[in-house]
């Protein structure tokens, strides 16, 4: 009996990443400026912790979707979501994005390079909360994407929401964990408990629209993406 059960669970693990597979192959292949940028990471020495290619692609469609001139992203890493957000932006668009690792925005910016958006990208290096207060001469951001330390979400979404116009896209990433996530009030780890924060307070918030999404690579962790309301449906 309990060979039968394991036997199914791997069976649907299998069933997952063959998705996965399929869907990536199909809708989300990496060209050579992608691969470039995962290969720099590592040679690098960076944690493999990039979105997927399936996550790039979402992203992507919402900031083709939400016709985003102006996006800010708040952890670079490689750049490699910066390069599939980088490449909804039609001619002109700006991408912003935040690193405190200095080592980090040099790949960053390499990896820009090389993938051809160099034109169009900045990668400003400082811890986020200390950049997000000089960034209001550059908002409205049309699009917001969350992706460093955890336990800062929640300020992180308060920058956000004063960052954006009704109709701005806010997306943040590792933020269904398993689904380990519940009232934050009951939780101690303090990343679980930030991130559990930030998605009460997404959810709770009238000014937004919202869905957390499970779509990382094994479908355990995934987006939480909120649309700010037009000012008159507050
Ligand atoms: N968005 C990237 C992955 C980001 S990983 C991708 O999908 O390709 C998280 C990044 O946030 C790391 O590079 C880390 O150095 C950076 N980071 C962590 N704390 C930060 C902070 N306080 N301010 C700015 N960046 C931070
Ligand atoms: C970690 C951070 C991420 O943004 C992620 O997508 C996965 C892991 C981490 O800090 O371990
Ligand atoms: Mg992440």
Known sequence: MADETLTTLQQQVQTRQTMEQNITQLFAPEDEGLRNALAAAKAAGLPPIQISPIQGKFLQLLATMGNAQKILEIGSLAGYSGIWLARALSPGGRLLT??????????????????GVADRTE????????????????????????DADKPAYPQYLEW???????????????????????????????????????????????????????????????????????????
């Open 98 to 115: 935040l690193e405190i690792d200095p080592k980090h925005a040099e790949v960053v910016r390499n990896s820009f390079a090389a993938a």
């Open 123 to 146: 990668v400003r290096v400082g811890k986020a909360l200390d950049l997000l207060p000089t960034l209001q001469s550059e908002a409205p951001f049309d699009l917001v994407f969350i």
């Open 160 to 234: 956000a929401l004063r960052l954006t116009r009704p109709g701005s896209i806010i997306v943040a990433d590792n933020t269904i964990r398993g689904g380990r996530l519940r009232e934050p009030e009951q939780l101690t780890d303090p990343i679980e408990k930030a991130v559990a924060q930030y998605n009460k307070n997404v959810a709770h918030n009238p000014r937004l629209q919202s869905l957390a999404l499970a779509m990382d690579d094994d479908f355990t962790d995934g987006f939480t993406i909120a649309i700010v309301r037009p000012e008159e449906r507050q």
